[in-house]
Structures are given as C-alpha cells and as structure tokens.
C-alpha cells in the first residue's frame, strides 16, 4: 500500500477477531518500528511482547480492576488483542528519548496498517507501570502499549483539526 493511503486509514480499533497473528508478523512489524529516526540515534526503545492469552487477561484485568470503567473498552481491547506489545524506554533525555519513541511507535502502528493487521495505541497502560514493571523484572520507563491482531470493524476518521487552526507562517 502507498504509504500515503496508509497514513489516510490507519484508525485506532477497539474490536478485534480471533483470527491468529503470525509471530513473523509481529517481528516484521517490530522491525519496521526500530527503523524510526531517533534522538543521537540512542534507540531507547525496548518492546515486551506479549502474546500469552492468559497474561494478555492478566493485564486487562489489572488494568480494569485499577482503573475501573473509564479503562473498560482499553482492558477489553488488551484482552482480545492477538498481541500486546509493551514499549519501555532507556531515558537519558526525557523530550528526546520520549519523542523517539514515539516516532518508533508511529511507525509500528503504520507497518501494521500496511499489513492489514489491526492496532491501538495505548497510553493508559501507564496506570499499571509499576505492575508491569515488577511482573517483567523491567526497570525501563514504560511509555505505551501496541495492541494489534485482526478485525473485522474498521472505524470512520476521527475528526482532525484543520491545518489552517494548528498553524502559522511568517
Ligand atoms: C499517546 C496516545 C495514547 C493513547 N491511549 C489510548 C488508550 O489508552 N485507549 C484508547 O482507547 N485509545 C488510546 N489512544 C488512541 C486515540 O484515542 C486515537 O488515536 C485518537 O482518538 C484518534 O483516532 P485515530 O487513531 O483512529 O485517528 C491513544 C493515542 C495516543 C497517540
């Protein structure tokens, strides 16, 4: 796909299938992620996968019992999720090393969309941080969560800003 059409249908999904997602899959996807532009090329990231139905649950249901409904549809997305993957970050710089990050998500939540596979980011796992941090014996600073797996729900756009509201030229 065109890298321009992926970029216009890339969507958040919150409903996934059971339709199982290929281990190559994810690493294809994970590899496109680590090809992002980062700040002194530090790479900060650092991904946990989780593909463990019964780990993927535990989370959900962390997550929820924390958080209580406001992060229902999020724990009910980490549930039926094929794959969570979990990103942490070394942090020297926090702007830079947190910005870098971020590309490397954007490009892993784009890769999917190139390879039809569903994804959400997720921020509010970071309510669970320490839970998680603990349960993987991961001192790193977690910064999202990229659900992914297949769908059969393909969400309208989100209302955008127009550019002419969010910029200005001299
Ligand atoms: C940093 C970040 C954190 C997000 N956290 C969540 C989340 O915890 N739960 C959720 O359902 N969506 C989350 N989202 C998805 C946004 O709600 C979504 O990107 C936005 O509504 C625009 O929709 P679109 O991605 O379909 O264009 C997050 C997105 C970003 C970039």
């Known amino acids: 796909m065109e890298l321009s059409k992926v970029m216009e249908e890339r969507r958040s999904v919150r409903h996934y299938n059971d339709k199982k997602l290929d281990k190559r899959i994810v690493c294809d996807i994970l590899n496109y992620g680590i090809m ?19 780990l993927k649950k535990e989370i959900g249901n962390a997550l929820e019992n924390k958080m ?46 190139d390879l039809d596979v569903a994804s959400l980011w997720i921020g ?10 603990r349960k ?4 790193k600073k977690l910064i999202a969560a990229v659900a992914l797996g297949y ?8 209302p955008r800003k127009t550019l002419e509201e969010v910029s200005e030229w001299y």
């Open 151 to 158: 769908t059969d729900h393909f969400p309208s756009k989100r």
């Open 68 to 113: 209580g409904d406001i992060a229902k549809v999020t724990s009910d997305v980490i549930r039926e999720s094929q794959a969570l993957v979990l990103v942490f970050a070394d942090i020297e710089d926090m702007v830079m090393d947190l910005v870098s990050v971020g590309a490397c998500i954007e490009n892993i939540v784009l890769r999917a969309k």
């Open 136 to 139: 993987f014996s991961c001192d």
């Open 36 to 54: 992002a532009p980062s700040a002194h090329n530090r790479q900060p990231w650092h991904f946990i996968v989780v593909d463990n139905p019964n």
């Open 124 to 133: 509010y796992i970071l309510n669970i941080e320490k839970e998680l941090q």
